[in-house]
């Protein structure tokens, strides 16, 4: 038996996080290790943890998202960066493909669909 993904989530409403941490906790291939509300906070406990993958609001105080993804990748190397966000522009995008991120799904998708990504 194959051990499951490590997981940290970053976002700054703790009512979505404590949700999504149940949601992804129902899969026996998601652990969830950590959860912070700024950017700031999840690149202190990427790199303590070292999770396998980060999901990164890109809205949050003490930074954005974006600037966040390209410390994360530094301080987290093997950690997939996935951006969890309601909104998201095509220039921020670009910058947080180009700084590391691995994908984006916005919040508004089906919980299929955030598996799936994160898979």
Known sequence: MKSPWSLLLA?????FREALRGLLESDPDFSVVGEVSDAASAIQLARQLQPD??????????GSGVDAVEQLVKVAPQAKVILLTAA???????????????????KESTSK???????
């Not at 976002?11 to 009512?15: P, R, T």
């Not at 998201?88 to 916005?106: D, F, S, Y």
């Open 11 to 15: 976002d700054d409403h703790a009512i």
């Open 88 to 106: 998201i522009t095509r220039q921020q995008l670009v910058h947080a493909m180009q700084a590391g991120a691995k994908g984006v799904v916005l």
């Open 113 to 119: 669909t955030l598996f799936h990504g994160i898979r």
């Open 53 to 62: 993958i980060i999901l990164l609001d890109l809205a949050m105080p003490s």
